[in-house]
Structures are given as structure tokens and as C-alpha cells.
């Protein structure tokens, strides 16, 4: 974690295990508990109502961004989740390959390094061309 208090994170469940997961991950230099309603200060999103503050920010060695929004498996095809990958799918694809999002359903953790191994990937193939 980037900061020496890792911020509103509760000491147990699914959250807590997913920034375990992004601590263990070799490509992530920095990661940060996103704090919600604190727009002068948190990464956000705009929604058609409001906005929307993913979960975890993370640094990769590589200098792109990876904001990873954490959903509970019976939330995750409700129509805010759907909405909010919507969002962060076009904001991934607007950023030229700097930034990447991925919404994990439930404990499905290695979506999160499948997003970033099959980016590096792409990245790969585009430099070879």
C-alpha cells in the first residue's frame, strides 16, 4: 500500500482478500484504498447520476493505471455494476493504453491479473508491428 494506513478497509471479507490479492502482485508497484465521497482527493468516475469511486488504485511498474472495483458475485449483474464497467471500460479505452479496469465477479481475483497479462500482451503485438 502506498500510504502507511490502508484507508476504510475492513480487517476481513471479499474486499480485503482482493487488496491481499494486489499486494501479492508482482506488476503493481503502489496500490491505494479508494475513499469514496471525498472528490478533491479519490479517483472518480461520472455516472449518469452521480459518481462512481472504484474501490482500489493501483501504480504498475510499467506506469499505466489499474483501477479494479470490487463486486460482490449477487451484485455484480445488477444495473449500477453494469453501468459502472460501461464507465470504466470507455475510460480504459480512451486512455491510449495508460489505464485499465476491471471489475472482478465475486472471488474471481485472476480476472485482475488476466486484465493486466493480456494487456501486456497487446502491448507486446502492437510494438512489434
Request: hydrophobic share 30%.
Given at each position: 500500500?502506498?500510504?502507511?494506513?490502508?484507508?476504510?478497509?475492513?480487517?476481513?471479507?471479499?474486499?480485503?482478500?482482493?487488496?491481499?490479492?494486489?499486494?501479492?502482485l508482482?506488476e503493481?508497484?503502489?496500490?491505494?484504498?479508494?475513499?469514496?465521497?471525498?472528490?478533491?482527493?479519490?479517483?472518480?468516475?461520472?455516472?449518469?447520476?452521480?459518481?462512481?469511486?472504484?474501490?482500489?488504485?493501483?501504480?504498475?511498474?510499467?506506469?499505466?493505471?489499474?483501477?479494479?472495483?470490487?463486486k460482490?458475485?449477487?451484485?455484480?449483474?445488477?444495473?449500477?455494476?453494469?453501468?459502472?464497467?460501461?464507465?470504466?471500460?470507455?475510460?480504459?479505452?480512451?486512455?491510449?493504453?495508460?489505464?485499465?479496469?476491471?471489475?472482478?465477479?465475486?472471488?474471481?481475483?485472476?480476472?485482475?491479473?488476466?486484465?493486466?497479462?493480456s494487456?501486456?500482451?497487446?502491448?507486446?503485438?502492437?510494438?512489434?508491428?
Amino acid at each position: 500500500h502506498y500510504y502507511p494506513q490502508v484507508g476504510d478497509l475492513k480487517a476481513e471479507g471479499e474486499e480485503c482478500e482482493c487488496a491481499k490479492f494486489l499486494d501479492t502482485l508482482p506488476e503493481v508497484k503502489f496500490w491505494v484504498r479508494n475513499i469514496e465521497r471525498r472528490p478533491s482527493h479519490s479517483f472518480w468516475l461520472p455516472t449518469s447520476s452521480d459518481k462512481f469511486y472504484p474501490d482500489f488504485v493501483c501504480l504498475l511498474n510499467d506506469g499505466r493505471f489499474l483501477v479494479v472495483e470490487f463486486k460482490g458475485e449477487h451484485l455484480w449483474g445488477n444495473p449500477d455494476s453494469e453501468e459502472k464497467r460501461d464507465i470504466g471500460g470507455l475510460w480504459e479505452a480512451r486512455s491510449s493504453g495508460q489505464c485499465l479496469f476491471v471489475m472482478p465477479k465475486g472471488k474471481d481475483l485472476d480476472a485482475i491479473k488476466a486484465k493486466i497479462g493480456s494487456e501486456i500482451e497487446s502491448q507486446g503485438r502492437r510494438r512489434s508491428k
